[in-house]
């Protein structure tokens, strides 16, 4: 039996920004993770259970993102479907709440064939395949997602460029808060896009700032200032404010964090619902976390980034 895992993700900062070629930050959630397990079977056949849905996958289902990417995937390495396997896959990441529970599950179903063949782990490879996943999934996605959870490392990511690793300095405590809101991250998207073509001058300049703040977050990031970051990751969220897809709620949920005395607060994602995250020193994880359950977040995580 082999399984093979592959992390969440949350975005650090840059979003929406990133859709038209501008940098933003992303860090993997180790502690949320989808699973593939490969077993044997006492017959030629090819399988995929979804145990979170109960739904069985089969060669033919052509249609479903998950078939469809394990045909793709043994094309791209000249090799035939395996037979005589089950692949199980289940994951603790929440879906559709932008922790990045498609693209975690398409990069372990890829890395477990890649390990069932004995390949080399060609990670450039394995993040194209799960980026056209994610185009099934999402339309016209940055890449951002699969890029951090495929290589499981945060990143730097610009559109188009050679993914540049970050060198950390320093731990950094994140709580990520969850609204309960379910979030369209196309939708989101749609609406920004709809925003550039009818104010291009006001919203260029607004995703020039956030270029900036991406920038300084990586140079705090670099140099271990929890203070600096945090203070940041605020901004950027009144970036995108102004950008229209934060939400009472997640205003909300990001001043709580603030005057429960996090460095810094922002949504993370698509926004519209979904998530926001807060950099909290160690010894105030726990009083954040209760001041957003208390504040209506449906559910609170953490995360470390070192
Ligand atoms: O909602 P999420 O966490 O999948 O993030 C979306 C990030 C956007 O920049 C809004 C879109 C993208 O494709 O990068």
């Known amino acids: 039996m082999l399984i093979v895992s592959a992390p969440a993700k949350i975005i650090l900062c840059g979003e929406h920004a990133v859709v038209y070629g501008f940098p933003a930050i992303a860090m993997p959630v180790f502690g949320l993770r989808a699973r ?5 079977l006492d017959r030629v056949d090819f399988r995929i259970r979804l145990l979170d849905t109960g739904e069985t996958l089969v060669l033919t289902d052509t249609d479903h993102p998950f078939i469809s990417l394990v045909h793709r995937a043994t094309r791209a390495v000249d090799r035939p479907v395996p037979t005589g396997i089950e692949i199980d896959v289940s994951s603790d990441i929440p879906i559709a709440s932008g922790l990045g529970s498609g693209a975690a599950v398409a990069s372990a179903l890829v890395k477990s064939l890649f ?6 782990s060609d990670l450039t490879r394995i993040n194209a395949l799960v980026y056209e996943a994610e185009q099934a ?6 890449g951002i997602d699969n890029t951090v959870i495929v290589y499981e490392s945060p990143v730097y990511f610009v559109k188009g460029r050679d993914i540049e690793p970050i060198s950390l300095k320093g731990k950094y405590h994140f709580v990520i808060a969850n609204t309960g809101i379910p979030a369209s991250t196309k939708e989101t998207v749609a609406k920004v896009r709809v925003l550039y073509e009818q104010a291009p001058k006001v919203t260029g300049e607004t995703f020039e700032n956030i270029h900036s703040l991406v920038d300084q977050s990586r140079k705090a990031l670099t140099v271990g200032d929890n203070e600096w970051l945090g203070s ?11 950008l229209s897809v934060s ?20 949504l993370s994602g698509g926004g519209g619902g979904g998530n926001m995250i807060a950099l909290v020193s160690q010894d105030k994880i726990e009083s954040v976390k209760s001041a957003l ?14």
């Open 137 to 142: 999934f999402h339309g016209t996605p940055s």
């Open 232 to 242: 940041l990751l605020t901004q950027n969220h009144e970036q995108l404010q102004k």
């Open 247 to 266: 939400t009472k709620q997640l205003d909300l949920l990001v001043a709580v964090a603030l005057q429960a005395g996090a460095y810094g607060a922002k």
């Open 115 to 120: 390990q069932h063949y004995r390949l080399e």
């Open 36 to 40: 593939a397990t490969v077993r044997p």
């Open 293 to 306: 359950l208390r504040s209506g977040a449906k559910r609170v995580y953490t995360t470390i980034l070192e």
